[in-house]
């Protein structure tokens, strides 16, 4: 799970989705609500959480595609050959 | 009729309450709640865990039980009762880490059947000797696709809060968690958390992002937003966040801080023998009491603890306020498979009754169900370093079991010495003839020895209340 591997290790453009949000969230001025749920951010961090891991879930959908396939291409190359 | 006396600490959940009937402990689901948990037991998940020994035991009794007593419930369940029940403030780290990586293995195996924790509460895990136990059958649902954790925050709180701060800051959050029952806040750990942790990913998400969150939640703008976005979270992100969680708490570790009383087997000025003679008196009181559970006052590292276990005792609870020589007692009692619970207590200040109602969370005096205590090098603590008379003390020690070892060391023992070195000696009343005369007052010596030297006396007695 890429996800596990690490925010910090993740390519820019990966990011780039949850900062967006993440900027969302935190650049709203206003005035303070004390009362508010204590488990607010908790939500929103899911959010974000979602966001990355949906993020580096479809790009690792697209590195396996394009992997597999070359692989594919070569697999079948060399099984050609011994055929 | 039957006579169901309601568990103080069980009224948050709506669908279900425990209750005390016959001594036996009995949960009563509500009808609305009844068949959530028919399809939760459906899958076959509770027994396994049952059979690995990670949930507490349960018994249909519905049909046996006097439903009026425990207002008409739809399903009743019978439990093995728990020897000690124990709270989040009173675990040392290695517990409240060992709680942690139980909840959340839960939560990840309840996956795998399409199930979900309701809450993240420490207060549903119990320990069995240092086995964590998960208490609450209830906390089990059903998952639906891409819903959020709910207990997220709640986990935050009681969990990784408090072992980030124990184990990155070296500071122990036990009186802190004591006096705020519902766990510590990101917003306050990610204020004193150092810098260093904002490279490390699961404090950056967890405390710090989440602390911001919280704090821009407060402005009316987001507040909308929240409620007009159902937040989804999809179960691989799920998944994802719980194994990250696992990964960073199982490798916590304690601060590294040394202990004021973990070598304290070591450095001690006994020598093997004195300790022999405290071993075979402890033993003696045990085996011919035949003590089935035993409260270690002041138990270190356990040495005196396992001394109770070997002479017969079924189980020994520990108190100690040192969590150096706690987490020595919980590698003893976890590698040696023993039934000893060593928690955290200064014996000055027991945990108290509070909560709701100051009921909810039951003090010491309230819990302590023991057959014998044990109170070795704890006198002088409490007399000469807190100030307590000495006769409070020892009605204090003697009101916990019916029967006990007290050593008492004389004012030439060094380790007196070392108390009474940086303060004027105020403590007229610290002889033997008082602890005698306290002693007489709530109870009968069976025994008295003379250790080390005529420095300590061990006593051994019988409460008064005890025919």
Same mark, same amino acid.
Request: proline share 5%.
């Given at each position: 799970?890429?996800?596990?591997?690490?925010?910090?290790?993740?390519?820019?453009?990966?990011?780039?989705?949850?900062?967006?949000?993440?900027?969302?969230?935190?650049?709203?001025?206003?005035?303070?609500?004390?009362?508010?749920?204590?488990?607010?951010?908790?939500?929103?961090?899911?959010?974000?959480?979602?966001?990355?891991?949906?993020?580096?879930?479809?790009?690792?959908?697209?590195?396996?595609?394009?992997?597999?396939?070359?692989?594919?291409?070569?697999?079948?190359?060399?099984?050609?050959?011994?055929? | 009729?039957?006579?169901? *006396?309601?568990? %103080?600490? &069980?009224?948050?959940?709506?669908?279900?309450?425990?209750?005390?009937?016959?001594?036996?402990? =009995?949960?009563?689901?509500?009808?609305?709640?009844?068949?959530?948990?028919? %399809?939760?037991?459906?899958?076959?998940?509770?027994?396994?865990? =049952?059979?690995?020994?990670?949930?507490?035991?349960?018994?249909?009794?519905?049909?046996?039980?006097?439903?009026?007593?425990?207002?008409? !419930?739809?399903?009743?369940?019978?439990?093995?009762?728990?020897?000690?029940?124990?709270? !989040?403030y009173e675990w040392s780290?290695?517990?409240?880490? &060992?709680?942690?990586?139980?909840?959340?293995?839960? +939560?990840?195996?309840?996956?795998?059947?399409?199930?979900?924790? /309701?809450?993240?509460? %420490?207060?549903? $895990?119990?320990?069995?000797? /240092?086995?964590?136990?998960?208490?609450?059958?209830?906390?089990?649902?059903?998952? *639906?696709?891409?819903?959020?954790?709910?207990?997220?925050?709640?986990?935050?709180?009681?969990? #990784?809060?408090?072992? =980030?701060?124990? &184990?990155?800051?070296g500071v122990a959050p036990n009186a802190w968690?004591r006096g705020?029952?519902?766990?510590?806040?990101?917003?306050? =750990?990610?204020?004193?958390? !150092?810098?260093? +942790?904002?490279?490390?990913?699961?404090?950056?998400?967890? *405390?710090?992002?989440?602390?911001?969150?919280?704090?821009?939640?407060?402005?009316?703008?987001?507040?909308?937003?929240?409620?007009?976005? !159902?937040?989804?979270?999809?179960?691989?992100?799920?998944?994802?966040?719980?194994?990250?969680?696992?990964?960073?708490?199982?490798? #916590?570790?304690?601060p590294?801080d040394k202990t004021v009383w973990g070598d304290y087997v070591e450095n001690t000025s006994y020598?093997?023998?004195e300790a022999?003679?405290k071993?075979?008196f402890v033993?003696?009181?045990? &085996?011919?009491?035949?003590?089935?559970?035993v409260i270690d006052l002041g138990c270190n590292t356990g040495e005196y603890s396992?001394?109770?276990?070997?002479?017969?005792?079924?189980?020994v609870i520990g108190f100690d306020f040192d969590h150096g020589a706690l987490e020595q007692a919980?590698?003893?009692?976890?590698?040696?498979?023993?039934?000893?619970?060593p928690l955290w207590m200064d014996a000055a200040n027991p945990s108290p009754?509070?909560?709701?109602? +100051?009921?909810?969370?039951?003090g010491l005096s309230?819990?302590a169900?023991a057959?014998v205590v044990i109170a070795l090098a704890v006198l002088h603590h409490l007399v000469i370093g807190r100030n307590v008379p000495m006769d409070m003390a020892i009605r204090w020690i003697v009101s916990l079991a019916?029967?006990g070892a007290i050593e008492f060391p004389h004012k030439s023992d060094p380790m007196v010495q070392i108390l009474l070195s940086q303060r004027p000696d105020i403590f007229d009343t610290y002889c033997e003839e008082a602890v005698v005369a306290s002693l007489?007052r709530c109870a009968? $010596?069976?025994?008295r020895e003379v250790v080390i030297d005529g420095r300590r006396t061990l006593f051994w007695y019988?409460?008064?209340?005890? %025919?």
């Amino acid at each position: 799970m890429s996800f596990t591997k690490g925010v910090m290790g993740m390519r820019p453009f990966k990011l780039f989705p949850a900062a967006g949000v993440f900027l969302w969230f935190v650049a709203v001025p206003g005035p303070a609500y004390a009362y508010l749920d204590a488990a607010t951010g908790s939500i929103m961090l899911q959010a974000l959480l979602g966001v990355i891991g949906g993020a580096a879930f479809y790009a690792r959908a697209i590195t396996t595609k394009v992997k597999s396939f070359f692989l594919r291409d070569s697999d079948s190359a060399g099984e050609a050959e011994t055929k | 009729m039957t006579i169901a *006396i309601q568990d %103080a600490g &069980s009224f948050r959940d709506p669908a279900g309450r425990v209750y005390l009937v016959n001594e036996k402990v =009995v949960r009563a689901i509500r009808p609305a709640a009844a068949d959530r948990f028919r %399809a939760v037991a459906s899958t076959g998940f509770l027994r396994t865990l =049952v059979e690995e020994g990670r949930l507490v035991d349960y018994d249909d009794v519905s049909s046996e039980m006097d439903g009026a007593a425990m207002d008409n !419930p739809a399903l009743a369940l019978s439990h093995p009762r728990i020897p000690f029940i124990s709270y !989040p403030y009173e675990w040392s780290f290695a517990l409240l880490k &060992s709680a942690a990586l139980h909840h959340l293995d839960l +939560q990840l195996d309840a996956l795998r059947y399409n199930l979900k924790l /309701v809450d993240a509460t %420490a207060y549903n $895990i119990q320990f069995i000797g /240092v086995r964590p136990v998960f208490i609450d059958h209830l906390s089990f649902d059903t998952y *639906i696709e891409d819903e959020i954790w709910q207990g997220h925050h709640q986990f935050c709180m009681q969990f #990784l809060n408090p072992l =980030v701060m124990w &184990s990155k800051v070296g500071v122990a959050p036990n009186a802190w968690f004591r006096g705020s029952l519902e766990g510590i806040l990101p917003e306050d =750990v990610a204020r004193f958390l !150092p810098a260093s +942790q904002y490279f490390s990913r699961v404090p950056l998400m967890h *405390i710090f992002v989440q602390a911001l969150m919280q704090r821009s939640s407060l402005t009316k703008k987001t507040r909308s937003s929240i409620k007009s976005r !159902p937040v989804r979270l999809s179960r691989a992100a799920f998944k994802n966040i719980l194994v990250d969680l696992r990964h960073y708490i199982a490798k #916590l570790v304690p601060p590294k801080d040394k202990t004021v009383w973990g070598d304290y087997v070591e450095n001690t000025s006994y020598i093997s023998n004195e300790a022999r003679a405290k071993a075979a008196f402890v033993t003696r009181i045990v &085996s011919s009491t035949r003590a089935e559970a035993v409260i270690d006052l002041g138990c270190n590292t356990g040495e005196y603890s396992i001394v109770a276990l070997k002479a017969g005792a079924k189980r020994v609870i520990g108190f100690d306020f040192d969590h150096g020589a706690l987490e020595q007692a919980y590698q003893r009692a976890s590698t040696n498979n023993l039934d000893f619970l060593p928690l955290w207590m200064d014996a000055a200040n027991p945990s108290p009754s509070q909560g709701w109602a +100051q009921t909810e969370r039951k003090g010491l005096s309230d819990r302590a169900d023991a057959d014998v205590v044990i109170a070795l090098a704890v006198l002088h603590h409490l007399v000469i370093g807190r100030n307590v008379p000495m006769d409070m003390a020892i009605r204090w020690i003697v009101s916990l079991a019916p029967h006990g070892a007290i050593e008492f060391p004389h004012k030439s023992d060094p380790m007196v010495q070392i108390l009474l070195s940086q303060r004027p000696d105020i403590f007229d009343t610290y002889c033997e003839e008082a602890v005698v005369a306290s002693l007489e007052r709530c109870a009968r $010596i069976v025994e008295r020895e003379v250790v080390i030297d005529g420095r300590r006396t061990l006593f051994w007695y019988e409460r008064s209340d005890v %025919a």
